[in-house]
């Protein structure tokens, strides 16, 4: 590269310059977005207008008071030239890179913004969407109340009468990352049976399709069960059962022993266990109950990395904690997404009373 003329460089850098493209306020989002047609807007951010209206009222104070450009994101300075995009605008930006994926020249030519405002943007924005739903009961991470734990318990016997106390599933899931340049580095994120680098994340679904417990951002030679116990999921489990007596259904990766807060799953659900034939019998059909029943967790998998498809891509490696941020702001949209919008299997199935036509919003 280096020795290549400036011209040849500059062809290189796999940009799109200001020439080339339409002004911030003529962009195809801007069409999009101001043509007011829930269905594109639902395709290209994953929010209805709805819901895309209650998250810029709480991103645009951060944007109007905040900025980029200082080398970190502080205090915005009230002297110098008018920002060309507004809230709208990098909320839409950060959205729709969740949506896509590879490189970024066709977000240049969405939102009509230079490649080095681009990542700017979308570095900024990301880092308010952590901020403003970190804690909104729309979004955030917690534990369920008791009587919200009732209810699951309830959604999810109605479907499997034998899983009298189940309220949720989980299951752990691989997102591939760049191979580190140092080999100690690359011996923690390696992983021998997936046969690639990762970062491990675990994560608990509830029938209405959101998470309440997860831990992410863990290097990929870990086990399921060992970022369980890093993240104190097992302790929180605990709780729920001892104060409500909620089980979790599981695979074979967490651990069962010492654990009446598990209930694993097999692969041999023709074999029960038991004195009696009635007991036999019983087991079999738990068995095949909480196998069916831990499928939840694969369609919530399925539906966060549907929803955003962004994190298909390979990450890249670093330790500044840009990854951390990114996964975070992408599990507080799931949780966001699947409570006001709406579209989500495991809700669907299980919760049907809060199903949503998403081409009703605007009525």
């Keep these: 590269h280096h020795a290549l003329s400036a011209e040849g460089r500059q062809l290189c850098q796999h940009k799109i310059p200001r020439v080339s493209l339409l002004s911030a306020v003529t962009s195809p989002w801007h069409k999009l977005y101001y043509s007011y047609n829930n ?5 290209v951010t994953g929010l209805s207008y709805d819901a895309f209206a209650y998250l810029v009222n709480k991103f645009e104070w951060y944007f109007e008071n905040y900025t980029p450009f200082n080398g970190r994101v502080t205090k915005k300075v009230t002297v110098g030239r008018r920002r060309k995009i507004d809230a ?101 994120f390696y992983n021998g049976w997936k ?25 990929g030679a870990q086990h399921d069960s060992t970022v369980c116990e890093l993240g104190g999921i097992y302790d929180k489990l605990e709780e729920v ?11 074979s990766a967490f651990r069962v022993k010492n654990a009446p807060y598990l ?18 019998t019983f087991s079999i059909q738990v068995k095949r109950a909480a196998t069916s029943m831990r499928q939840a967790a694969e369609w919530g998998m399925r539906a966060l990395q549907s929803s955003f498809p962004r994190m298909l891509d390979r990450l890249r490696y670093e330790e500044r904690g840009e990854r951390r941020i990114m996964m975070k702001m992408m599990i507080l949209l799931y949780n966001f997404r699947a409570r006001l919008v709406g579209i989500n299997q495991i809700r669907n199935v299980y919760m049907r009373n809060l199903i949503q036509e998403p081409n009703n919003y605007l009525n």
């Design 263 to 280: 209930l694993k799953s097999s692969q041999q659900t023709e074999i029960g266990e038991g004195e009696t034939e009635e007991e036999i």
């Design 39 to 43: 269905q594109a807007l639902i395709t």
């Design 195 to 219: 046969h690639g680098h990762f970062v491990t994340a675990v994560m608990c679904f509830c029938p209405d399709g959101t998470i309440p417990l997860t831990f992410f951002n863990v290097p």
């Design 88 to 188: 709208i605008d990098c909320l839409g930006l950060v959205l729709v890179w969740t949506r896509t994926r590879g490189p970024l020249h066709a977000l240049q030519m969405i939102f009509g913004l230079t490649m080095s405002n681009l990542c700017e943007y979308l570095r900024f924005g990301r880092r308010i969407i952590v901020q403003v739903l970190k804690d909104d009961d729309n979004a955030k991470i917690s534990v369920p109340s008791a009587e919200k734990v009732e209810e699951f318990k309830a959604a999810i016997k109605q479907q499997y009468p034998v899983l009298d106390n189940v309220w949720a599933t989980m299951d752990g899931l691989k997102i591939p990352i760049q191979q580190a340049s140092d080999t100690e580095q690359q011996a923690l």
């Design 241 to 251: 059962y001892n104060e409500t007596g909620g089980i979790v259904t599981v695979d």
